[in-house]
């Protein structure tokens, strides 16, 4: 299984989130719209605990009446 941290991009406070195993996308939800957001991946299970990747930055559009703005591809 994958976890998933992100933050908005002028934050230091990380959100986590863990990301079920077959999964080959992943929604994050209210998301603030307009804003950045720093995202990384590791993989995370019994047999071992990667290191976070290179943190990407991500905008999210104008708000558009729903409160999921980004997908994460795997």
């Known amino acids: 299984r994958y976890q998933l941290r992100h933050r908005l991009f ?3 406070v990380y959100n986590y989130e863990d990301i079920p195993l077959g999964r080959s996308s ?3 939800q ?3 719209s ?3 957001y720093s995202v990384s991946l590791r993989a995370n ?3 071992y605990v990667s290191e976070w990747t290179d943190e990407m930055i991500v ?3 104008p708000y558009n009446h729903s409160s999921s ?3 994460v591809l795997l």
């Open 30 to 32: 209210n998301l603030r």
């Open 45 to 47: 299970n019994s047999y």
């Open 26 to 28: 992943y929604e994050l």
């Open 59 to 61: 905008s999210t559009l």
């Open 69 to 71: 703005f980004f997908a």
């Open 34 to 36: 307009s804003s950045n």
């Open 10 to 12: 002028s934050s230091s």
